[in-house]
């Protein structure tokens, strides 16, 4: 089992920044990749950023320029940097963890809030 605690959301003027954190506990070695996903208003989830154990990264069209991911291996904890906030940005952000005998990202965490004001 691998606990996620994601943490830094809030309020945010367009054109801001703002980090999120996510500490894993647990069964941390079988972590094969660690992702963002986000959930605006009245919309379906949808997968932001993702990290490999190998450093691989990826990024939905709409962030890319503007995300980065990345991970402290010895803190057990992903980032995800968010500047140039837009609006279109607001929505539950989520922390997920892709075990390694796992296609899908099985351990989430409980969400955090980002709200970008114009």
């Known amino acids: 089992q691998v606990q996620l605690v994601e943490s830094g959301g809030g309020l945010v003027q367009a054109g801001g920044s703002l980090r999120l954190s996510c500490a894993a506990s647990?069964?941390?070695?079988?972590?094969?990749?660690m992702g963002w996903y986000r959930q605006p208003p009245g919309k379906e989830r949808e997968l932001v950023a993702v990290i490999t154990t190998g450093g691989s990264t990826y990024y939905t069209d709409s962030v890319k320029g503007r995300f980065t991911i990345s991970r402290d291996y010895a803190k057990n904890t992903v980032y995800l940097q968010m500047n140039s906030l837009k609006r279109e940005d607001t929505a539950v952000y989520y922390c997920a963890a892709k075990p390694n005998w796992s296609v899908d990202y099985l351990y989430w965490g409980q969400g955090t809030q980002v709200t970008v004001s114009s």
């Open positions: 647990g069964d941390t070695f079988c972590i094969s990749a």
